[in-house]
């Protein structure tokens, strides 16, 4: 099965405010500047004697780790938008093709196949299939791209069954 994509600016946006909240190690950036800030009032103010020097303490470093969390998400999605383009193979055309191995990607940029094995998740979210290879890293497809709902359900349906053959015959090799 095949689809082109044709992938925006915006598409780009979308997907990273749909997908950023969603991710653990946002959390986990949050506590860590909610802890260095405490840190920063430890070092500099002392331990507090009272609960309202407690309670202050937590409240601010909670904005704290909250605010820096809002900025590094706000400023790494600034730096994509700004460097993304389609010479780099982040904007403009892509061709998927669901091969038995993998994920045939085609942009200007590269041609690619991502084994199923090595896929770690395929999600829906609102108007996008996600098709996440790392962490941080994603094929983003649009449903637009599709004829029509039937076309998307087979598409992912068919992606579905690969990656989970591979895993299941991973797993089964590691026994």
């Known amino acids: 099965m095949k689809v082109t994509t044709n992938l925006s600016r915006l598409d780009i946006v979308k997907f990273n405010l749909n997908v950023i909240p969603r991710m653990k190690s946002t959390y986990v950036a949050g506590l860590v500047f909610a802890l260095l800030t405490l840190a920063f009032?430890?070092?500099?103010?002392?331990?507090?004697?009272?609960?309202?020097?407690?309670?202050?303490?937590?409240?601010?470093?909670?904005?704290?780790?909250?605010?820096?969390?809002?900025?590094?998400?706000?400023?790494?999605l600034v730096g994509i938008v700004l460097t993304a383009n389609s010479k780099n193979g982040i904007l403009g055309e892509h061709r998927y093709e669901l091969?038995?191995?993998?994920?045939?990607?085609?942009?200007?940029?590269?041609?690619?196949?991502?084994?199923?094995?090595?896929?770690?998740?395929?999600?829906e979210h609102d108007q996008y299939l996600l098709i996440r290879i790392s962490s941080y890293l994603f094929h983003v497809i649009p449903k637009r791209c599709f004829s029509n709902i039937d076309e998307y359900q087979r598409f992912h349906q068919q992606a579905l069954s690969y990656l989970e053959k591979a895993h299941s015959d991973k797993n089964e090799t590691n026994a």
């Open 99 to 123: 091969l038995e191995q993998g994920l045939l990607e085609e942009t200007v940029a590269n041609e690619s196949i991502s084994n199923w094995s090595s896929i770690l998740e395929i999600s």
């Open 41 to 76: 009032f430890f070092w500099k103010e002392g331990i507090p004697c009272n609960s309202s020097g407690w309670t202050k303490y937590l409240v601010v470093s909670l904005v704290g780790g909250i605010s820096a969390t809002l900025g590094g998400s706000i400023l790494s």
